[in-house]
């Protein structure tokens, strides 16, 4: 297995799981999946999948990243914010609350124990 970087952990498991939450809870919310596709920029097929979990399963997030993705979809329901700053603050939020690390640990299973490399680059 190659060790992915931040970067690639972040564009390849993390943006899909923020859309796989923003997904759901729009869902939830009673929104089509076709305006759910619209809004995150993504077909159709991929919304589906998103909310059937076929979809960026890989990752799950703690509590407070979810508490803060539900606080991004009102934002966006409410048209005080786009899908794309939001995504971006999300992502930062990761980085910043060092949660890239154990999110990298279980996608890297060769990272070791003590790794800290996003936090002392400050990646995003």
């Known amino acids: 297995m190659t060790t992915r970087m931040p970067q690639e952990i972040e564009v390849w498991y993390i943006i899909p799981a923020i859309r796989r939450e923003i997904s759901n809870i729009m869902h939830e919310k009673g929104i089509k999946q076709t305006e759910i596709a619209k809004i995150l920029g993504v077909t159709k097929a991929a919304v589906s999948q998103y909310i059937s979990s076929r979809r960026a ?38 980085v910043d609350t060092n949660q890239i690390c154990s999110i990298s640990k279980k996608i890297n299973k060769k990272t070791p124990p003590n790794c800290a490399d996003c936090i002392h680059n400050k990646m995003v």
Request: hydrophobic share 35%; proline share 0%.
């Open 57 to 94: 399963s890989e990752v799950e997030f703690n509590t407070e990243i979810k508490d803060e993705i539900r606080i991004s979809v009102q934002q966006i329901l409410d048209k005080k914010s786009s899908a794309f700053s939001e995504i971006q603050r999300i992502c930062k939020l990761i």
